[in-house]
């Protein structure tokens, strides 16, 4: 009974350290119910007087064994072994893990150009081709002496915690075990966080829009192009009333002023008048009267500056090519969504759990513009996928501005624009099991070798 306590003890939390006292023959059975991190100290009674000393080590082939470190007297005294006697009863993990004797590590990665791009041979072998996590992952092994293994997630996800508790993609591969480690564009998130553990940042990014580069205005009607239709509307309105506001005050001067010298205008007359005086034909109208000489003149001189503007605009537009306008924030989104734009992000990426997890915000309403009838149109397999939807159709992906403008570097980066603002500033890191000693090991290595972020 007293050795069934100790395996549950030693299950509920990898990073304590125990110290084992039994009279059952535990050497061989004890390293089957631990896990790497776990460091346990065995005492094996060998008489009344004497006793047995072990210590869990994971030796160079991965396997985690209990290795016998020395032998304790009833008389108080130590006795390493000859070939432990540099050891302690429970070592150091820092010190233990600055290196790994040449261990082959599983490491779980996506085929994501330009951080890992991989191959995957006829008999299944994943190979590495290059990427920038493929050279932090080259630089940090050489460091520690170990090699690694390529996998590669069922789902394909990046992932994370789910609502139905399950854990998807790579970080569920590195949650259950299936792999020390990975890395592969992996934004830190507090949901990531509460299942696996993350080295710090070896690299600092932020989120922007990718949309379709604007194309060309259709000059076809480059003659209206020049004011806006409220500036139209406006023009047509004076213009419809000037000639009746002059018809009326010759009336009135007529009939209840006296002034019998007026030529009688008819209403046509005036309207024409105005409408001539509007495309620069001339005056065909004469007064001695001011009040009508005032009409006049300010009628003239609204002309004037509606035609000096419209020209010079008319100028600017024929001159310059004129584009759509482009979609450079999230507060765009409404707008783009009226235009006929979609929108969307990679499934299970940190982007897309910050947006799905907005109560209120920004954040909030552009996940409700999402399309969540068919969600595989927002919510998309890789990166990759999200460039050929741009290229496709009219598409925002939200997406890491590294990624995004080496991408478009590759496809041709007049077919993209890249929105100049960014958002969502979050760390890439290295992540491995909870209560995994990679995780300090790898941090050191990765500062001594790379810098800090």
Known sequence: MRELQVRSNVLESPTIQWFVITDENLT??????????????????TTDQKALLFSSRVDPDGQLRLHKVGSWSASGFWHPSSQ????????????YYSDFQGRQLVV???????????????????VAISGIDLSVINAVSEKLNFTYRLITPPDGRWGGPQPNNTITGLVGQVARHEAHATLCELFITVSRESVVDFTVPYYLGSATLVSPAPKEKNRSFAIFSTFTVDVWLCICVFTALAGPLLYKVTRFLVLYVGEQ????????????????NLMVQGNLITS???????????????????????????????????????????HEFPQ?????FSFGAVRDSSYADVLKSAKSGIYRE??????????????????????????KEKYVFINCQLNTMLQAARWGPDKFYIGHQTFLPQGCGIACSSGSPYKGAFSKAGVQTLGPV
């Open 28 to 45: 061989e059975e004890l390293p089957s119910l631990l896990r790497e991190g776990t460091q346990v100290a065995l005492v094996q009674r």
């Open 84 to 95: 432990q006697e540099k050891s302690e009863l429970v070592p150091n993990l820092q010190e």
């Open 108 to 126: 779980t990665t996506n085929d994501n150009w330009p951080f890992f791009k991989i191959k995957t041979l006829e008999n299944g072998t994943i």
């Open 261 to 276: 010298d007026i030529a009688d205008y008819s209403l046509q007359s005036f309207s024409f008048n105005v409408y001539r």
């Open 288 to 330: 001695h009267r001011w009040s009508l000489r005032f009409i006049f003149f300010s009628w003239y001189l609204f002309c004037f500056y509606i035609y000096a503007l419209y020209s010079g605009t008319l100028t600017a537009v024929l001159a310059i090519r004129a584009f759509e306008k482009p979609i450079d924030s999230l």
């Open 336 to 340: 783009a969504r009226q235009n006929g």
């Open 366 to 391: 552009v996940w409700q513009l999402f399309d969540h009838d068919n969600e595989d149109k927002s919510l998309l397999p890789s990166p990759d996928v999200g460039i050929e939807m741009v290229l």
